[in-house]
């Protein structure tokens, strides 16, 4: 089985939500009990929300354990910084033509998110930058062409 790269903050967010959907457990338990007092289960909305409720936490939880299972938890807090881009670091871009300065962490499918500046690694600009070092120019092929960035820095954050 093939491990999948995970960032501690990417681990410690799942494990958080792991924990709040166990907790739900004994809840939604309680509220099928309860329905199920109510007479007939087979016109009882509150029993059929329940159980459905029960069936999506159980495979949240599935999923969640799953990940963590085959996570290879990747702290580059605790590497020395090469300069090389790798999975986990923070790297600084200046667009070549516009010199825009874009900052991206490089990160698992799961902690993606644009918005907040963390790109999965399998996205086709952090193809284009693993691997490379600081202050090398990359063209990378985006959905609105291509675009050279010089690698102003690279942090292992």
């Known amino acids: 089985m093939d491990k999948i790269p995970m960032t501690v903050r990417g681990e410690k967010l799942l494990r958080e939500e792991l924990e709040v959907l166990v907790k739900r457990r004994p809840l939604i338990s309680q509220a099928i009990g309860e ?4 007479g007939d289960l087979k016109e009882n909305a509150e029993y059929h929300a329940a159980r459905e409720e029960q069936g999506i936490c159980e495979a949240q939880i599935r999923d ?14 605790k590497m020395e910084n090469s300069g090389k881009v790798i999975f986990g670091v923070t790297v600084t871009l200046i667009d070549v033509d516009t010199e825009d300065e874009v ?3 490089i990160v698992g499918d799961d902690e993606a998110d644009i918005k907040a500046g963390r790109i999965s690694v399998n996205s086709p600009i952090a193809r284009g930058l ?21 690698i102003a820095e690279v942090a292992y954050l």
């Open 64 to 77: 969640i354990e799953y990940k963590l299972s085959v996570a290879q938890v990747i702290d580059v807090t």
């Open 130 to 150: 693993i691997g490379k070092m600081q202050d090398d120019e990359v063209t990378i092929t985006t959905p609105g062409g291509q675009k050279e960035f010089e």
């Open 103 to 105: 900052t991206y962490q």
């Open 35 to 38: 329905a199920r007092e109510l």
